[in-house]
């Protein structure tokens, strides 16, 4: 691990490839594999936790047992991807391979809970795990990635990205561009859309004569967002938009939300 003085950012590195963390969000700023950087660079970019909810949460409002919780409407008039992405986290060390970082929920959320984000890479594979977990309340939880692709790694046509998956149903999208309920065949691009794949995300990226990276997950879900000209993101998350109201997990004491990803070059 190298700790970058100017920023606070964390560098992990195996012989192919080097990542960068920043404690800001706990986002991934940076993925460099043989040479090549694969993500979107700048602040909003990278690849951001999305944590406790993924996507769109409903005009902002969680209900859960009762209560009523507001939160902003960054995506009016939807609150967007969770909190812990515009917060600080703490960085833990743990080898020149692997970090940890822990990120206390509130004040932002109104429940009393923690994540931890753990990432690891060797020659050929990063693996990123989440995990969310609470010793005194249970709240609803939705936990994943958003990672902002390049489209092209060169200058060249040729070297466009291309993405492959095989979902078993797509979730229709409403005007709202939340799911209505209903599960449809899996349409052509463009996407801003969410797909199930309820043996796990399995997603194939490829820039031809490049680079070929595959994402896989243990979430059984995947959105897909190619309305940019200059990234596509692949999002594997535990739920779908507004599924932290429609159908979250559970966390409490003694029930966590564990979410793995795996990248293979």
Request: glycine fraction near 8%; proline fraction near 9%; include cysteine.
């Amino acid at each position: 691990m190298t700790l970058d003085a100017a920023t606070s950012d964390v560098v992990i590195s195996s012989s192919d490839a080097a990542a960068r963390v920043s404690a800001q969000g706990g986002r991934l700023t940076s993925l460099t594999v043989r040479g090549h950087e694969v993500l979107q660079q700048g602040a909003p970019y990278g690849c951001f936790p999305m944590v406790p909810w993924c996507g769109r949460m409903r005009d902002g409002i969680l209900g859960f047992r009762g209560g009523r919780h507001e939160f902003e409407q960054n995506d009016p008039p939807h609150a967007l991807h969770g909190t812990a992405r515009d917060h600080l986290w703490e960085i833990d060390a743990d080898d020149d391979s692997s970090v940890r970082l822990r990120h206390g929920l509130r004040p932002w959320w109104p429940f009393d809970g923690v994540v931890t984000q753990t990432l690891a890479i060797t020659p050929g594979e990063l693996v990123m795990s989440l995990r969310v977990s609470s010793d005194t309340e249970t709240f609803p939880a939705q936990a994943g990635w958003h990672p902002w692709f390049r489209r092209r790694l060169t200058t060249t046509p040729e070297s466009a990205l291309r993405v492959d998956f095989r979902p078993r149903w797509q979730e229709e999208r409403g005007v709202d561009y939340l799911p209505t309920g209903r599960r449809i065949t899996p349409q052509e691009s463009p996407l801003d859309d969410c797909f199930g794949m309820p043996h796990g995300v399995d997603v194939a990226l490829e820039w031809p004569d490049l680079l070929h990276l595959r994402i896989r997950s243990d979430a059984r879900w995947v959105v897909v967002f190619d309305h940019r000209p200059f990234a596509t993101c692949v999002e594997p998350q535990t739920g779908p938009p507004n599924g932290i109201n429609t159908a979250p997990d559970l966390v409490g004491p003694g029930e966590d939300l564990l979410v793995t990803t795996t990248w293979t070059w």
